[in-house]
């Protein structure tokens, strides 16, 4: 789901960034802290978590977050842990060099935000939980760059399992990618499945391995395919090095 105006509603596409309507009141833009951002029209829990490097249950859990239907555009989420962020406050003011009320000290600046370090992968290892999500040939590999993922040929309509057990952390349409379907495995890891056409599962369903959730979209440049990726932490990582060899 996408957030549209106050609430979540139909999908849009990746690149809608577009602000936030004035209120009649006119209220005051919401800032952003230490640590925080400022959910934009256009925004999902998906795009918020992968943009700082986290994962849809962190920044749920971080913001009290149990129906991602009340995300609204304006509202200010913690996007790094509890204690993790700079808290803003104000330094000391240093001494006067005069000899009391008299002499001028400089006006208190809040301390910098800490930059946020790239998500360190661990050594990847087969995972004997995971399968494949459907069983044609690798036609383009993982290369971290141009190819985030792996594109795997099929047939349109021929069935997209999970890999995984895990909870669906999002459905939706993006340009480029038609519709999308994005499982949250726990453990900071989340499968993506792209290029699909029917999408059998809803946002926040639990699947298991082997379970169909969607089906291979129609053919683009002249062969269907699904488009699949693996993420630790938003970073993507080569799926050949998770799942079982083949």
């Known amino acids: ?100 009320s008299g002499g001028s000290a400089e006006k208190a600046k809040p301390a910098p935000a800490p930059r946020e370090r790239d998500p360190v992968v661990p050594p990847a290892s087969r995972r004997s939980d995971w399968g494949w999500p459907t069983q044609g040939a690798v036609i383009a590999g ?27 952390a999002a459905t939706e349409t993006m340009r480029g990618y038609g519709s999308v379907i994005m499982v949250d495995h726990g453990g900071s890891y989340m ?13 926040g369903q639990r699947v298991q391995r082997g379970q169909k959730i969607a089906e291979i979209g129609p053919a683009e440049g002249g062969r269907a395919k699904l488009h699949f990726e693996i993420r630790y932490r938003g970073k993507a990582v080569d799926p050949r090095l998770y799942l079982p060899a083949k």
């Open 142 to 168: 993982f290369n971290g760059n141009s190819n985030k993922g792996l594109d795997i040929g099929g047939s349109s309509g021929e069935p997209v399992h999970a890999i995984g057990a895990g909870s669906v």
């Open 1 to 100: 789901m996408v957030v549209t105006g106050r609430r979540w509603g139909a999908c849009a596409a990746l690149t809608a960034a577009l602000l936030v309507g004035a209120c009649s009141t006119t209220p005051s833009t919401p800032v952003a802290g230490p640590g925080e951002y400022v959910v934009q029209t256009g925004d999902t829990l998906y795009r918020i978590a992968q943009r700082h490097g986290r994962t849809t249950a962190e920044i749920a859990r971080w913001n009290q977050i149990k129906d991602p239907d009340q995300l609204e555009a304006g509202q200010v989420l913690r996007v790094v842990p509890p204690g993790g962020a700079a808290t803003g406050a104000a330094t000391p003011l240093p001494r006067s060099s005069g000899s009391g």
């Open 191 to 203: 499968s993506i499945y792209t290029n699909v056409g029917t999408v059998g599962v809803k946002q």
